[in-house]
């Protein structure tokens, strides 16, 4: 079984990334990009479809006993140590601590065992640093920190998601003999200073790691066609790496409270962005569930349009002009010559055929079924993403990127969109796979995306039927106060004529719709306070309905939703509840993971992280709620 979700760390190389668990295992990683079929994806099943552990090859409490092992693996004596058999994987133990290398994506964990410390150093270069070639590598180094502790290497490679077994064989290449796993366009190959044996369709290193030593080992995809890649220098890699990294984060402009939090969830965007594009995967992972056992499960590797614009929003706020361009670029690569049909996410490179598939080999992270890569709600109409696009490049031009005519053509023909298709009922925000709905987030949105291109026309010289488009905004306003609006409870509602809420209705004076003191406003945040939050305080996306399928089309039921959770803090910031604001922004601080990442949600039954991770959807709220707090005062002094 894979471990809890929040016992994963993230690394990557803007490209691809991988998951490692506290035991020393990559459960998950895709090669060469994000959206790539898994060689390790165990996550969503088991040690059989592949992994690679590193950790210490005895038991931690104690060296040499006549005892059972409390290990799931049986321990055979070996002269001074009792170690592993020559066919288990390093047993699944926790090291004892770990942590980022200061302000980078450089994993390091720590073993205290009876016989000294070790620490496993994990990280893959950026593929765009000068002296490295384009293909991607994960570098793991062993070091000794004290005493001297006998290590075991398993690694097991399964090609397609699981399903393939690569052919494993040994290759000299001058004086070193490299380990190559092939199947069809694809190859790895793993470099080590330790010897390699195969054993039950698994490659194992056995060795010893003494205080001050270090033993690196390196796994490097290559297509299968141009032969062997490059041998690493795992030392060198390392030093760019870190610089690479702290030079990135030393960028950010934010010097508030909590910056340690804000630094690592821009880190995390960061390693999210598919560097050669500048798309953001909404996470590195597909079919983590939002209900344990149930079949909310998704592929999140692909640019949601509203992902990624919250978080240009982030990145431009904290000093990233770079990425924000980039993004900018990357829409309107991907959105280009079809703005009239723009979808709500594309691949990481634009592209627009994201089809749904189940891979029924795959039981499923803890039996959650089915597991699916591809995403059948790429053909969605969802009217809010129309604002959400507008929103971001009106945020470009307020902050003084470059002008960009393509940008201004692209807002243009948005709004033109718009004007006739804004009363069409969608499928929302959350992509209901139910019947469509006239949802009042879609249509406050659409008004944003009319707002904000008036405003465009008024500052600048851009030109523009501006008496029209005022009347349109209005139109749109009292449509959504007239029929999404509940006099009787003081509440805006999900949809027009319903009665269920929706956490998106917190976005309303966030976007500028209506200001924060209306008494709409405030009724509709204690609404939501009354009726969507969950025993720890956290909120619900809306209502869903146990075994019957819901409003969303489906059955189960799903954790706090934290993106919602981090927007009632700052509806409660700005309606002047700084302190309950400040309170609920902390208690979403420690639930995030010793590394400080967050999934996509919450379970407050089971007390833990589900949904896809790291998800930037949970970081970009957690970045702007920090601001915003810091701005009006909400949070402590420095």
């Not at 140590?81 to 390091?108: H, K, M, N, W």
């Not at 000294?116 to 593929?127: K, L, Q």
């Not at 290590?151 to 290759?171: C, D, E, Q, T």
């Amino acid at each position: 079984m894979a471990a809890r979700i929040e016992d994963y760390a993230l690394i990557g190389d803007m490209q691809t990334a991988a998951l490692v668990s506290r035991d020393g295992a990559v459960d998950w990683m895709c090669l060469p990009r994000f959206d790539s079929p898994a060689v390790f994806a165990g996550l969503l099943g088991t040690d059989e479809h592949g992994f690679w552990r590193i950790g210490p090859a005895e038991p931690l409490s104690a060296a040499r006993t006549t005892a059972p092992p409390a290990a799931p693996t049986s321990f055979v004596e070996s002269g001074e140590f009792r170690v592993l058999p020559p066919t288990a994987a390093a047993p699944a133990q926790p090291a004892t601590r770990r942590r980022y290398r200061g302000d980078s994506l450089i994993l390091e964990q720590e073993w205290d065992t009876p016989r000294g410390t070790v620490r496993v150093i994990d990280f893959m270069p950026p593929r765009g640093l000068p002296e490295r070639g384009a293909v991607p590598q994960m570098i793991r180094i062993v070091e000794g920190v004290s005493g001297r502790v006998r290590m075991r290497s398993a690694l097991r490679m399964r090609f397609s998601y699981g399903r393939i077994v690569p052919w494993v064989h040994k290759v000299e290449d001058g004086e070193s003999v490299r380990t190559v796993a092939v199947a069809g366009p694809d190859s790895v190959w793993l470099d080590g200073e330790a010897e390699t044996y195969g054993r039950n369709l698994t490659t194992y290193a056995d060795f010893t790691v003494q205080a001050g030593q270090r033993i690196a080992f390196a796994l490097t995809w290559q297509p299968s066609h141009l032969g062997a890649p490059d041998q690493p220098d795992a030392e060198e890699a390392l030093v760019t790496t870190e610089e690479f990294w702290l030079d990135w984060a030393s960028q950010c402009t934010y010097q508030g409270p909590y910056r340690e939090a804000v630094v690592r969830s821009l880190i995390t965007l960061k390693a999210l962005t598919y560097a050669p594009t500048g798309g953001i995967v909404a996470a590195p992972t597909t079919s983590l569930p939002e209900d344990i056992g149930g079949v909310r499960n998704w592929d999140y590797r692909f640019t949601w349009l509203r992902d990624a614009t919250i978080t240009l929003s982030s990145l431009l706020r904290t000093g990233y002009r770079d990425e924000a361009r980039a993004w900018r670029e990357w829409l309107l690569r991907a959105v280009a010559g079809d703005p009239e049909n723009l979808q709500i996410m594309y691949g990481i490179a634009g592209e627009r055929e994201l089809t749904e598939a189940v891979l029924d080999w795959l039981p499923g992270y803890e039996n959650s079924g089915p597991v699916r890569i591809g995403n059948g709600a790429a053909d969605q109409l969802q009217l809010d993403v129309y604002g959400e696009v507008v929103e971001a490049l009106h945020l470009a031009h307020m902050t003084g990127l470059a002008r960009n005519d393509h940008a201004h053509l692209l807002q243009l023909r948005l709004i033109s969109y718009l004007e006739q298709h804004w009363r069409d009922p969608d499928e929302g925000i959350w992509e209901v796979r139910g019947p469509r709905r006239h949802f009042v987030h879609s249509k406050v949105m659409a008004w944003v995306a009319v707002d904000r291109t008036i405003r465009m026309i008024e500052e600048t010289p851009h030109e523009g039927p501006l008496e029209r488009w005022r009347e349109l905004r209005d139109a749109i306003h009292e449509d959504v106060c007239e029929n999404g609006y509940d006099k009787e409870r003081n509440t805006f509602t999900q949809s027009y004529g319903s009665r269920e809420l929706d956490a998106s209705l917190l976005l309303i004076p966030q976007v500028g719709f209506l200001p924060p003191d209306d008494k709409r406003v405030i009724g509709t945040i204690e609404a939501i306070q009354r009726e969507l939050l969950t025993s720890d305080g956290f909120v619900l996306r809306y209502p869903t309905s146990g075994d019957v399928a819901g409003v969303d089309g489906l059955p189960g039921d799903e954790g706090a939703f934290l993106a919602c959770s981090f927007w009632l803090a700052d509806d409660l910031a700005m309606i002047g509840r700084v302190a309950e604001a400040r309170d609920l922004f902390e208690r979403l601080l420690a639930i995030r993971n010793d590394v400080g990442l967050l999934a996509e949600e919450w379970d407050p039954q089971l007390q833990r992280q589900v949904g896809n991770f790291p998800q930037a959807f949970s970081h970009v709220p957690l970045i702007d709620t920090a601001l915003r707090l810091n701005a009006c005062g909400g949070l402590p002094e420095l």
